[in-house]
């Protein structure tokens, strides 16, 4: 970008910019070098606002005016980050195979099955997975429906003794990461081929181990013994941690807690450490066992009181939508550099572009309703993905079934992108509900699957669509869809957004 010399020395104060001199009257903004030609001299040497990113040497911004006061300079301070669609020329991708990350695993655990393509399978068929509550008696609380997991084991995955220790959530982790890792290759008769130092795990969890401390409180209330095992099976680091130990990897570990928009989160870090060559494969994703008394009570104003036909319960953009189903279950993916895949001769299911979050101070329960955070959060994946908006044909949205939420984001999208026409929406909540934590997870993997096969599952529940709906959401029937670039969103109570960008592998 072209800025006159008398923004030159507010730019440089700030250390966010790098400037080449491009121009005898005029400075070239990049995030490389500082040179000047001619009777110019080398000067300052700033931070990159993102040293993962190429610099672009074809935008050109002309100014005709004479030169801007301080507020003005200010002006275009802020406008420089924000970018202009008009002035931006075609982003370019990263091509550095030691920077490129790609997927080579998925594993799950759901209320539609246990692996990808058995749940993929389902979310193509328009089968709910929501039903009565059967794991606890919820007769006398004012929602009795959820998107529970039904014939879960962890035989073969967690050692029997730790087995019955661990929160349900770090169960469901442990074992959707362990199935990522055999679908990429990885299995544990692989592993001692691999450098471990190199290796990550990075899953989270909105709630952390709440059917523990669940059980916990209620022993402390009848005054009985609680389990010696309650801090560390409820903190939420404990699936990363257990995974780990277990495995002996030694690379980034921790988790990141921002409820919704938990996993997307997740994906945006691991992919960030592989990007600054502190990991070689990152383990990432989302867990989340909410489904306890406390937390259906906690959640009474917000969840969809629809008890006597609880598949349709769920049923984002619909004019009759009365809140959102909650739901359970795990799902992780393998990323890795592209480097070190072709270094083993990995399987690549599909190339993760890029991501971004950002925060919303609007409310500590609702997004802002005109969108306006989560469309910068969009662009900003865009962004860091090297994408232009016309190049994105498929968005796996956030979609919850809330009155605010659901218009809230498409406000969003429409902010971002202006054809409607061009762009596909559905929502895999519509189906499993909201599995908080692990939702981000899922939805990626639907994501992924959407990309490898060409089809777009369906947003089932749409009987009356709000009017104000005006994309091709996929209502009730599965569309074939040459997926080119999709974006996942998710976006958190309290106000943690979050989006990230794939597409099919091309070397």
Known sequence: MLVPKTLVPRLVKTHLFKVRFFRPSTYFVSRQVITMQASQSSALLASPLNSLRKPNFNTRVSFLRPPPSLRQTRKFTSMAFAGSSSAVAAPRREKDPK????????????????????????????????????????????????????????????????????DLSSRYGCVAAKKALEDAGLGVDKLSKINKERIGVLIGSGMGGVSVASHGLRNLFENRKITPFFVPCTIPNMTSALLAIDLGFMGPNYPISALC??????FYAAANHIRRGEAEVMVVGGTEAPIVPIVIGG???????????????????????????????????????????????????????????????YDITNPSP??????????????????????????????????????AEINAIKKVFKNEQDIKINATKSMIGHSLGAAGALEAIATVKSITTGWLHPTINQFNLDPAIEFDIVANEKQQHEVNVAISNSFGIGGQNSVVAFSAFRP
Not at 347 to 352: A, K, N, T
């Open 299 to 361: 959640f009474t104003k917000a969840l969809s009181q629809r008890n006597d036909d609880p598949q349709t319960a769920s049923r984002p953009w619909d004019k009759d939508r009365d809140g959102f189903v909650i739901g359970e279950g795990a799902g992780v993916l393998v990323m890795e550099s592209l480097e070190h895949a072709m270094k083993r001769d990995a399987l690549i299911i599909v190339e993760y572009l890029g991501g971004a979050v950002n925060f919303d101070p």
């Open 99 to 166: 920077k490129r990350v790609v997927i080579t695993g998925m594993g799950l655990v759901s209320a539609l099955g246990n692996d990808a393509d058995a749940f993929y399978g389902n979310l193509l068929s328009g089968v709910s997975g929501v039903g009565t509550i059967d794991s606890f008696d919820a007769g006398e609380f004012p929602t009795r429906i959820a998107g529970e997991i039904h014939g879960f084991t962890s035989q073969g995955y967690i050692d029997a003794k730790w087995d019955k220790r661990i």
């Open 261 to 266: 928009a938990t996993s997307n989160h997740c």
């Open 370 to 407: 005109d969108g306006v955070v989560m469309s910068a959060c969009i662009k900003k994946c865009l962004e860091d993905a090297g994408v232009s908006p016309e190049e994105v044909n498929y968005i796996n949205a956030h979609a919850t079934s809330t009155v605010i939420g659901d218009l």
